[in-house]
């Protein structure tokens, strides 16, 4: 009998919260009386079942709330950042209802919506085309004592209105925690192009809630390089006839990290249109886990839903879970799943290695060809790019093989 | 350039070649006229170091060296060029990039300088149109989408970048009309010459109206039954292997 989650996470909540609005009071006050009354997960929560939430749950952090993401980059035309506190205090009905993650936090979300301590309003107005793309970017400094941060960002895109984020999550520092979460308000026939880029050797918890307006569009891409330990979760509802989503995800793991990615999309309205393919190379010990759901409420007729995880191991030691699924009550659908787990092509790297090409560079090349191919559908050409150096920078003779695709 | 001598290999315990002997010189084209399953696929592939392709017995030693020592990348950097009978499609990795990664590892291994962009496409552009292989496919992932002809067009595009001492062609002619036969022969004509040496496998004596051999074996069973000139082609083409294997029985 293995001893009983301590649940350190936790000690930090407040009895009660005494600042900011009478809604936000309230908010952070459910949200911690739900998380004393249920604890964090366990390895016995489901959702949990192949990541040792334990620890992250059970460690010791010294108290650190001003880990929240920053802007880096200049804001183009159109596009307003504020910081969470200051429209708390000036205009806080501008946020009501805006950040209580559609109703249905997560353990980690709800601890970070208890926790948060400021954050950033990202703003696009109706009409607007951000000409740029707005970069976030939540670097952890090195310090003596790891700490936990709470990042928290709010978007909301008016009607017709196109943004491009960028965002980094990076941390040198073991044991260090960041649990963040993201929500997005798509309006009527608004575009986003989301892309998050995990390169952290710490904790790492984050969410990203998006919801949809008619007709409109996200396209998130996930890149993660390792980490001791990742769980990211992006949830996506499509509430709006016409609305659709690409989730697109690459992950690179080794040594031991540890990655786990889900997704959920609610197709809640019909006509909508969803597609998620997620990528991964895992190598020595590492662990790779993605679980994928597609909800389609009986009212989603003509719904179209893709789902695809393809793993390849590079090592005997390396391990992947994964469990795309459908949960469908519409009878007028069309909609895959697939997952696939292997080893690198030997009828590919015999082609390579026959042409004069040294067994460490084709391996490479298979490699990156692999996980570029989800970089490539990313529809800002300099973000393409950094990508594509991200990756090459994490694959071994990845400086060598710059231009193969 | 070549010398085969008393080759056994084996695919998955099974027993596929039995005692190959053959000597290749430079400037020599041979042909191996084969049927299904006689074993001359698997000649090519343990010749270019495929795994999987044990040798049980034998040596093969090429430009004085003992080939079978040798990792596939290092044949190919000593001059060996497997033109393979179903060339396989890699998406993601570009054809160009892959070829002047690899003529330049060959060329390192050689001690010569890396060819930079400009050189390198001119050289592709002068022998892609030998073959008749068109820019855009050479710029295109290695064979994906490709059709059977183009694949084949690619291969010998690739042997005429790298301009192997000793092109290994399984199955050249397979899947190609004659049209496209006709092609894929000129590019391979047009590289023989006194420094290089040819072994075209191949199961159809067609091929050798085109490309014509200066030595014919016969393999059937893992073996060399019989060793002749190109009439000897001629002569399997009108009487068949059943006939020729027969023909040896005692």
């Known amino acids: 009998m293995t001893e009983a989650s301590r649940q350190t996470l936790l000690a930090s909540l407040p009895t009660s919260f005494d600042t900011g609005p009478e809604w936000l009071r309230a908010l952070r006050g459910r949200a911690a009386d739900r998380l004393r009354d249920q604890g964090l997960p366990t390895k016995r929560t489901e959702a949990w079942r192949f990541t040792p939430v334990r620890s992250v749950v059970d460690a010791e952090f010294s108290r650190d709330d001003k880990g929240i993401a920053s802007l880096v980059s200049a804001l183009p035309d159109g596009v307003t950042v504020r910081n969470l506190n200051e429209v708390l205090e000036s205009e806080p009905e501008l946020l009501e209802g805006r950040l209580d993650l559609g109703g249905a936090p997560s353990h980690f979300a709800a601890l970070n919506t208890a926790l948060f301590d400021d954050g950033l309003w990202i703003d696009v107005s109706a009409g607007t085309v951000a000409a740029a793309p707005i970069e976030l970017s939540q670097v952890v400094p090195t310090r003596s004592e790891p700490g936990v941060t709470y990042p928290r960002v709010l978007v909301t895109l008016g009607e017709s209105a196109e943004l491009t984020l960028i965002e980094t ?81 690459v992950y690179l793991i080794d040594g031991v990290d540890h990655a786990d990615h889900h997704t959920l999309v609610e197709h809640q309205a019909p006509h909508c249109r969803s597609a998620q393919t997620y990528r991964g190379i895992v190598s020595g010990k590492g662990t790779a886990v993605f679980d994928g759901v597609v909800i389609v409420h009986r009212d989603a007729q003509k719904t179209e839903a893709h789902q695809e995880n393809r793993n390849l191991l590079l090592s005997d030691t390396a391990t992947v879970h994964t469990k795309p699924h459908l949960e469908i009550d519409a009878d007028d659908v069309i909609c895959s799943h697939g997952a696939t787990v292997g080893s690198l092509d030997e009828d590919q790297l015999f082609y390579l290695r026959a042409r004069g090409i040294p067994e460490d560079l084709a391996l490479a090349m298979l490699t990156y060809a692999f996980l570029e191919s989800i970089v490539d559908r990313v529809n800002h050409e300099p973000t393409r790019e950094r990508m594509r150096e991200a990756l090459l920078a994490r694959i071994p003779h990845g400086d060598e093989i710059r231009g193969v695709t | ?151 084949k067009r690619n291969e010998i595009f690739q042997m005429a970048m790298l301009e192997p001492s000793l092109a290994v ?18 590019g391979v004509n047009a590289l023989r010459g006194p420094d290089r040496a040819m072994l075209v496998i191949t199961h159809y004596q067609r091929l050798l109206d085109y490309i014509v051999p200066d030595v014919v074996h016969v393999l059937i069973d893992g073996q060399i039954v019989r060793t002749g000139n190109k009439d000897l082609a001629k002569q399997l083409e009108k009487e068949g292997y059943t006939e020729v294997r027969d023909a040896l029985q005692p």
Do not use: W
């Not at chain 2, 034998?58 to 060339?87: N, S």
């Open chain 1, 169 to 249: 999550y990076a941390s040198n520092q073991a044991g260090e925690l960041s649990n963040s979460v993201v929500e997005v308000d798509l309006g009527r026939n608004a575009k986003m192009s989301h892309v998050r880029v995990h390169q952290n050797a710490g904790l790492q918890v984050g969410r990203v809630d998006v919801r949809q307006a008619a007709d409109s569009g996200y396209r998130s891409t996930v890149v993660t390089l390792g980490g001791a330990l990742l769980r990211f979760d992006v949830r996506c509802l499509l509430q709006g006839k016409g609305a659709e989503c690409q989730l697109d995800g």
């Open chain 2, 1 to 151: 350039m070549l010398k085969i001598e008393d080759l056994h290999v084996e695919v998955d315990g099974k027993p596929i070649l039995k005692g190959i002997n053959l000597e290749i010189e430079a400037g020599q084209v041979h042909a191996i006229m084969g049927p299904n399953g006689s074993g001359k696929s698997t000649l090519a592939y343990a010749l270019a170091g495929r795994d999987g392709y044990e040798v049980t017995k034998g040596r093969v030693i090429y430009k004085g060296e003992d080939l079978l020592e040798m990792a596939p990348e290092l044949r190919a950097a000593e001059g060996i060029f497997l033109g393979f009978q179903y060339p396989v499609a890699i998406p993601g990795v570009s054809n160009i990039y892959f070829l002047k990664a690899a003529l330049n590892a060959i060329r390192k291994h050689r001690g010569e300088e890396p060819l930079d962009a400009i050189d390198f496409m001119k050289l592709s552009k002068k022998k892609a149109a030998l073959v008749q292989l068109s820019d855009e496919l050479a710029k295109r992932s290695v064979n994906d989408g490709f059709s059977g002809g183009e694949k």
């Open chain 2, 169 to 186: 062609l399984d199955e050249t002619d397979s899947g190609l009309d004659i049209d496209a036969l006709k092609v894929v022969a000129e």
